[in-house]
């Protein structure tokens, strides 16, 4: 059989997160074809086509796919489930949305969260709170996986996978999305950002997130991020939050500031390849995350990093 990946995308442009869930894919051995759900959005099929390893990109468009409501891609995922005996996606919002749908209209499980994948039918993923492993081996007929993809390196291009149109099955969807506002940003995307700069109840103030962190971010090219702490202060927009029941990370440079280290917010950026840590607690448990630790007032080494950034 074949592994089916749901595609990640915003009509336009094919979401990194795709090329680490098409690793993991991969992972499972068998050929791997990707699902394009959406409206006008053939150059998101042309890009997954030149993924690494991909055999075929299956192409569904309809208006009533324009917002990727979860009720309308598990329609689209069943009109070819019968091809396939694992189906896998991001844990994303969107991912965490449709697949268990597509689980439930199958009458299987679904296996979330996947982080590492022990042969096709075994897999490790964490649970509460990234404090325990849990190793999961299915013995169903169909897999349904959400990967996290911070845990696989990305395939790289190269691929020229064939483009095959499928008319989606829409008929028995209830719900249309009408109108959906989404946030414009110069900044990279936090989930698939090389950089991120967060910040935590420390900084007070949404004034201060603006005054102290945005320059260092846009010195560094940075995505911005936030300790639930912070978010929940109103300091910071709630699309920010990395964490348990925030975003996960898994950036090349991750800088805490004024951050503790909760585990919850640990389970959110462990997997950044470089922690920075500012905290004027030298027992903070960042500490013990952090790769490089600078004891001492953000309000004061923020403002020297910037200016430090900003010379030739
Ligand atoms: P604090 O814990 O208040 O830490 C502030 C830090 O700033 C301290 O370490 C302090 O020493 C330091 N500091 C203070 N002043 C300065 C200064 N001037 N200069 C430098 N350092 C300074 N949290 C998340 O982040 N993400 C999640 O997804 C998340 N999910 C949760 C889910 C559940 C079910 C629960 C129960 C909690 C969750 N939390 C989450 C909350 C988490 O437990 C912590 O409360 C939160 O992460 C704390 O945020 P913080 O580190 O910004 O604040």
Request: glycine share 8%; hydrophobic share 50%; proline share 5%.
């Amino acid at each position: 059989m074949a592994t089916l990946v749901l595609v990640e995308h915003d009509n336009t442009e094919l979401n990194p997160m795709t090329n680490r869930a098409v690793a993991a894919a991969a992972a499972l051995g068998q050929p791997v074809d990707c699902l394009v759900s959406g409206v006008d959005c053939r150059i998101v099929a042309e890009q997954a086509s030149r993924l690494h390893g991909v055999r075929t990109v299956l192409l569904a468009s309809a208006e009533g796919l324009r917002h990727g409501p979860a009720e309308a891609v598990a329609r689209v995922v069943m009109t070819v489930a019968e091809k396939y005996d694992a189906i896998v996606a991001p844990a994303s919002t969107g991912g965490k949305d449709s697949l268990p749908r597509v689980a439930a209209l199958l009458d299987v499980t679904h296996v979330s969260n996947v982080t590492k994948i022990i042969d096709p039918w075994t897999f490790e993923h964490p649970i509460v709170a990234g404090n325990a492993i849990e190793v999961v081996r299915t013995t169903q007929a169909i897999r349904i996986l959400t990967v996290r993809t911070s845990a696989f390196e990305p395939v790289q291009g190269g691929g020229d996978a064939t483009i095959v149109e499928i008319t989606p099955d829409l008929a028995g969807v209830k719900g249309v999305v009408v109108s959906a506002n989404t946030v414009v940003s110069d900044r990279p995307e936090l989930s698939g950002a090389r950089v991120v700069v967060s910040g935590g109840r420390a900084l007070a103030s949404r004034e201060n997130f603006e005054r102290l962190l945005h320059p260092l971010a846009d010195a560094l090219g940075a995505a911005l991020g936030a300790s639930r702490a912070a978010v929940d202060a109103g300091f910071a927009p709630g699309d920010w939050q990395v964490g348990q029941t925030g975003k996960i990370v898994a950036p090349e440079v991750y800088i805490a500031i004024g951050i503790s280290g909760a585990v919850q917010h640990l389970a959110g950026m462990k997997d950044a390849k470089l922690i920075i840590a500012i905290n004027k607690d030298a027992d903070a448990p960042i500490f013990d995350a952090a790769d490089y630790g600078l004891v001492g007032d953000l309000f004061e080494i923020v403002p020297q990093l910037v200016s430090e950034l900003a010379l030739p």
